[in-house]
C-alpha cells in the first residue's frame, strides 16, 4: 500500500521565480494539508484540500495556492520566490478531517538561490 | 491562539537510558494529541496518539499519557536504543478541521 508520495523530491529555484509542487495521498485519503519546515523549526500548517476546495489556511501570503484535482491529488504552488521560502514542504493526507493523525510524505526540498 | 512547548533539545543519552521529553500545548475544546518522528532528511512519521483524557498512547517501546488536567502529552521510553536518534515532534490537532499544532521539536541523541 503505498503511502503519501511527493515530487520531485529536491528543487533548485531563482528568487522571483515561480514553483509548483505535486502530492498523491495515501490509497484511500480524500483530504491533502500541505505544511512547511523550515530547517531546524516545527512544520508551519499552509492549507488543507478536501472536495477541491481550500477549507482551511494559516498564516501564509496569497503567493501560496494550491490545487486539488477529483483524484485528490494535490498541487503547491508558489509564486515570486523569496529566498525566506526554502524549506522542506511536506504533504500530509487524512480521511476527511479525523482525529486519527495524518500520513505524511518525505517531502520536497525547495532551496531558492 | 494554539500552540505546543516542548523541551529543547539537543537531549544526549546513552543507550538504555530512561527518556523523558515534556510537552504541553494550548489548544480549545479536546484535541487529539499526536508524537510525530522525524529521522535524518526523511518526512514525519506518525509514533503515537491518544484521543481523549487519560488515553495513553504506546507503540515501539514510548509512552504518552493525555492528562487534561496539566494539558500535558510527555513522551517516555524506558530504554533508549541509538536507533530512536530523532527529532520528536508532539502535536495536538486543533480547530474545526483538525490540523496538526507543531513545536519545534526535541532532537534526540544517543550514543553507544
Known amino acids: 500500500d503505498a503511502g503519501v508520495t511527493q515530487s520531485p523530491t529536491h528543487l533548485i529555484k531563482t528568487r522571483g521565480q515561480q514553483v509548483t509542487l505535486r502530492c498523491s495521498p495515501k490509497?484511500?485519503?480524500?483530504?491533502v494539508s500541505w505544511y512547511q519546515q523550515a530547517l531546524g523549526q516545527g512544520p508551519q500548517f499552509i492549507f488543507q484540500?478536501?472536495?477541491?476546495?481550500?477549507?482551511q489556511r494559516g498564516n501564509f501570503p496569497d503567493r501560496f495556492s494550491g490545487h486539488q484535482f477529483p483524484n485528490y491529488s494535490s498541487e503547491l504552488n508558489v509564486n515570486a520566490l523569496l529566498l525566506g521560502d526554502s524549506a522542506l514542504y511536506l504533504c500530509?493526507?487524512?480521511?476527511?478531517?479525523?482525529?486519527?493523525?495524518?500520513?505524511f510524505g518525505s517531502g520536497t526540498r525547495l532551496t531558492v538561490v | 491562539g494554539d500552540s505546543v512547548t516542548q523541551m529543547e533539545g539537543p537531549v544526549t543519552l546513552s543507550e538504555e537510558a530512561f527518556l523523558t521529553i515534556n510537552c504541553t500545548y494550548t489548544a480549545t475544546g479536546y484535541p487529539s494529541l499526536f508524537w510525530y518522528v522525524q529521522y535524518p532528511g526523511e518526512g514525519l512519521q506518525l509514533l503515537l496518539k491518544?484521543?481523549?483524557?487519560?488515553d495513553k498512547g504506546s507503540n515501539k517501546g514510548f509512552e504518552a499519557t493525555y492528562r487534561k488536567e496539566t494539558t500535558s502529552f510527555h513522551l517516555e521510553k524506558g530504554s533508549v536504543q541509538v536507533s530512536d536518534s530523532a527529532v520528536y515532534f508532539c502535536a495536538p490537532q486543533s480547530g474545526g478541521y483538525n490540523k496538526l499544532i507543531f513545536g519545534a521539536g526535541t532532537r534526540l541523541a544517543v550514543h553507544p
Open positions: 484540500y478536501y472536495e477541491e476546495e481550500e477549507r
Open positions: 491518544a484521543t481523549k483524557a487519560d
Open positions: 490509497s484511500g485519503h480524500d483530504t
Open positions: 500530509a493526507s487524512s480521511f476527511g478531517s479525523n482525529n486519527y493523525g495524518y500520513t
